[in-house]
């Protein structure tokens, strides 16, 4: 495989990469998502920045790891030694939670809508739903989740845009952009 070690590589707009301290780990965010990095990946995605290209990328990661070799030859006998001397620092792989933690948050603010498209999923019993959830027990949802490890809020229904709090509710989520678990 061959490619330009002289292009500089950055994210996306929209995508950001941080590191999520309730997922224990970097994550890359980007629209309607969001992906949990290995500690392989998170280590490169730390080193994009928009300035270095991919030779300084390399460069750092011969820097970080001077044991792996700058070029693998193999043959029919010796292909598994270079796996070896690769991969997790980790001297034991920590057990998985039977259930992971939370990604992101869907929160369904109302089935109110003033729509009636045919395809849609929306209860049409509204009476049968019950009362909404108030702004201070989204805003208590919302901290909850976060503090599970979610790392993006997305709002749904019915209609959002028919919630008088919608402004507020926009606005406690906005917070999670620049506010760490």
Not at 116 to 124: I, V
Request: net charge negative.
């Amino acid at each position: 495989m061959s490619f330009d070690r002289s292009k500089t590589p950055h994210w996306r707009p929209g995508y950001r990469f941080q590191y999520e301290p309730a997922q224990k780990g970097h994550v890359l965010l980007y629209p309607e998502g969001m992906i949990k990095l290995n500690e392989s990946a998170a280590l490169i995605g730390g080193l994009i920045d928009g300035k270095r290209d991919v030779a300084a990328i390399i460069a750092e990661l011969d820097v970080q790891f001077p044991v792996y070799p700058n070029s693998v030859t193999t043959s029919s006998n010796s292909w598994r030694s270079p796996v070896s001397n690769t991969g997790s620092s980790l001297s034991e792989v920590p057990a998985k939670p039977a259930v992971g933690l939370p990604l992101w948050l869907l929160a369904e603010l109302t089935y109110r809508c003033p729509l009636q498209c045919p395809y849609c999923s929306n209860p049409l019993d509204f009476a049968e739903q019950g009362k909404e959830l108030s702004t201070e027990q989204w805003f208590k949802v919302m901290a909850e989740a976060r503090e599970m490890g979610a790392a993006q809020l997305g709002f749904s229904g019915g209609e959002p845009l028919v919630r008088q709090d919608l402004a507020e509710l926009i606005g406690e989520g906005a917070a999670w952009a620049t506010t760490p678990t």
